[in-house]
């Protein structure tokens, strides 16, 4: 169920996000095309799109519940196809920093399995801890 909060909180909401994440998602023109290269879109529940749309709402709490900011793969293809340059997956960041803040969510970096930390290259180790550490 989507919380509206009240305009002025909505406003407030997204220009925190756009200072935040240094897009300007109010220029977003909703043409589709960063939905349509994303390779994870079909698995998320905001598409690239809706993410940016909801941002412009400032329906910031809906983004920080939502499964999407953690599927991104911050792999750029929304940015490259992007006419008006907006790279959702700095947008995701900051969304995912607001999340770590005020929602308590993530992971400590010791609470890996040392077993994990053993196999796995290093190149993702770092990815998951920058995106999911606390």
Known sequence: MIRIPKPEQRRE???????LSGQNVKVCLQCGKCTSG???????????HQIVHLAQLGLIEELM??????????CF???????????IASLSDAIRLLAHNEK???????????EVIKKEPQQALVSLYRKFSR
């Open 13 to 19: 909401a997204t220009e925190h996000l756009i200072e």
């Open 38 to 48: 994303c390779p994870f879109a079909e698995d998320m529940d905001y598409t690239p």
């Open 65 to 74: 519940d939502s499964e999407a900011i953690w599927i991104c793969a911050t």
């Open 77 to 87: 293809t929304c940015h490259s196809r992007c006419p008006v340059a907006i790279d």
């Open 104 to 114: 308590d969510v993530g992971i400590e970096p010791y609470d890996v399995p040392a």
